[in-house]
């Protein structure tokens, strides 16, 4: 059983609460994007085993969507933080190499 | 003017915990920057209540102020002062960035009362209800089996609980079975 901690309410929410919404920090390929940036934007998902950047929702609390960082073969969660970020804050990222010093995703490591 | 009845129309479960249907309440939700100190102000005006602290209901006398998100509050009232309450918050907030809505009959409002109250709504929801936990004035929006519920504390054995009126019966009906059927010794 997953348990995250909602950035916005302070809850510690179980994961029956939460909502998941998949890959998180997606850059959105729209009207005049090429159709390869339009298919990978809609369809091209990342599916690692180990470190992955996920977006959730606090769907039966508060409401509020936000981003979790966690490993997908142990379900070890190491931050998570606020929706309203480009890419994984600093503070994230070294909680993670403090675990995996060696852990990559897409670009970032 | 239309007869207005609660969802479950006073119904009541006796036992060791009692659950019990609270009748008609009156509830606003207000959505807004709860920082904003003129929304504070007139929520106070028509509850009575403090501003709560996150996930804390304030009550005052049968009235209550509830933080419900960030950005959200849920204001009880009694029920034929809740037309009252929506114009003070438009009066008092209009220009600002905010939406106060009537709610009184959307909502269910059930009180679950005995020596191992806590036990009844721990047992059907993933909230952990121990009294180190969970204290008097706390207020949680979760789920009660398979649906959307929110409570509080009021006092060491009694839990107010909010569902849609949609689900009344199911929720009634859960919390009776699960007081019916005992404590398990968690909290005491
Ligand atoms: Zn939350």
Same mark, same amino acid.
């Given at each position: 059983?997953? $348990?995250?901690?909602?950035?916005? /309410? ?18 959105? =390929? ?6 390869? %940036? =339009?298919?990978?934007?809609? =369809? ?17 609390? /508060? ?14 969660? =190491? ?5 309203? $970020?480009?890419?994984?804050?600093? %503070? ?18 | ?10 119904? &009541?479960?006796? !036992?060791?915990?009692?659950?019990? *249907?609270?009748?008609?309440? !009156? #509830?606003?939700?207000?959505?807004? *920057? ?8 007139? @929520? ?12 804390? #209901? ?46 009184? *009959? ?15 709504? &721990? ?14 004035? *706390? ?23 909010? @569902? ?14 699960? &007081?019916?059927? !005992? ?6």
């Amino acid at each position: 059983m997953l $348990t995250l901690h909602c950035p916005y /309410c302070g809850v510690d929410a179980d994961e029956t609460d939460l909502h998941a919404g998949g890959e998180a920090h997606l850059t959105r =390929f729209g009207p005049g994007a090429s159709d390869d %940036d =339009f298919e990978g934007y809609l =369809f091209t998902r990342k599916n690692p085993k180990g470190v992955h950047f996920e977006r959730w929702r606090h769907a039966y609390g /508060c409401g509020k969507w936000f981003l979790a960082a966690r490993c997908t073969a142990t379900l070890e969660v =190491f931050a998570t933080y606020s929706a309203q $970020t480009v890419a994984p804050p600093a %503070d994230v990222r070294a909680a993670i190499t403090a675990k995996r010093p060696d852990w990559s995703w897409g670009d970032l490591s | 003017m239309s007869n207005a009845i609660s969802a479950l129309e006073g119904r &009541a479960v006796a !036992g060791d915990v009692t659950v019990t *249907d609270m009748g008609l309440q !009156g #509830m606003i939700s207000l959505r807004g *920057d709860l920082s904003d100190k003129a929304l504070t102000k007139v @929520c106070k005006s028509v509850t009575g209540a403090d501003a709560p602290k996150p996930l804390q #209901m304030s009550v005052a006398g049968a009235s209550g102020f509830g933080w419900m998100s960030p950005d959200e509050a849920l204001l009880l009232v009694p029920y034929n002062v809740v037309r009252d309450g929506l114009a003070s918050i438009n009066n008092a907030l209009s220009g600002q960035h905010f939406l106060a809505s009537n709610v009184s *009959d959307a909502r269910a409002h059930i009180v679950v009362s005995g020596a191992y109250a806590d036990e009844v709504i &721990a047992k059907v929801s993933p909230v952990d209800m121990h009294p180190d936990s969970f204290a008097i004035g *706390d207020f949680r929006r979760s789920h009660l089996g398979q649906v959307a519920a929110a409570f509080w504390k009021s006092d060491a054995n009694t839990f107010h609980v909010i @569902c849609f009126r949609s689900v009344a019966d199911y929720v009634f009906d859960l919390l009776a079975a699960s &007081a019916k059927a !005992g404590p398990v010794g968690y909290t005491s």
